[in-house]
């Protein structure tokens, strides 16, 4: 079945870092790609989305890059505050409904 | 306004017993969804409904019976809970129409069963 694959966190960084979270899809054909974040005690929120190969979806200093040749879309952020820290989860339009990957805790430290 | 509401937040009950959970949404979308979020923050698709009718059904126990009552509810009913069924359960919603329409979930129930 369709499987989304996502780096094991907690992931620690202090503020100002450079931030990188893989994740590979399974799906095949054209999926969407999302990215989504869970802050403590909430719901997840869409972060940002790509629909085709090579879209960036973007959001508040958040990028990732729909790589359809190496089923990839890596979050990436270029300096991560304390407010970043959450649990991030990467998603694909699996066969009948959003397929997430096993989440990446991010903590950033002051 | 509240997009996605779900009810109760927390949920502590023993063995055995039934329990519900309410959900409901604003945003006029045709598809609602539940998930469950265990201890390791995995999730799973459990049902998904559109327009009141059951679009998925994933490998979930009989015990679980969702009801849609019209398309901006679903609610989630859980007979003989059992000590497994802790974890925390999302509601959400999208536009029909999946592949580029995100999902808007609610802030989850947390279910604890002792």
């Known amino acids: 079945g369709d499987s989304v694959t996502q780096m094991e966190g907690p992931v620690t960084l202090s503020e100002e870092a450079f931030l990188t979270i893989n994740c590979t899809y399974t799906?095949?054909?054209?999926?969407?790609l999302f990215w989504y974040v869970q802050y403590p005690g909430e719901g997840l929120q869409l972060l940002l989305k790509a629909t085709k190969a090579d879209d960036k979806g973007s959001n508040k200093g958040f990028e990732a890059t729909y790589r359809k040749e190496t089923t990839s879309f890596h979050l990436e952020k270029g300096s991560v505050q304390v407010s970043d820290s959450a649990v991030y989860f990467c998603?694909?339009?699996?066969?009948?409904?959003?397929?997430f990957g096993s989440g990446t805790r991010l903590q950033v430290q002051p | 306004d509240t997009a996605v509401s779900q009810t109760p937040k927390y949920l502590v009950t023993q063995m055995g017993n039934d329990k519900s959970i309410k959900c409901e949404q604003n945003l006029g979308h045709d598809t609602m969804y539940w998930y469950k979020q265990d201890s390791k923050k995995f999730l799973k698709i459990m049902f998904s409904?559109?327009?009141?009718?059951?679009?998925i059904n994933e490998t979930v126990p009989n015990r679980f019976s969702p009801k849609s009552p019209d398309k901006a509810h679903l609610n989630l009913h859980i007979n003989s809970l059992e000590l497994g069924d802790s974890a925390v359960y999302f509601c959400a919603s999208s536009d029909t129409g999946l592949k580029a329409s995100p999902l808007h979930f609610g802030n989850g129930t947390r279910l604890t069963v002792t």
């Open positions: 998603a694909d339009t699996g066969r009948r409904a959003l397929t």
């Open positions: 799906a095949t054909g054209y999926p969407s």
């Open positions: 409904y559109n327009n009141k009718e059951l679009i």
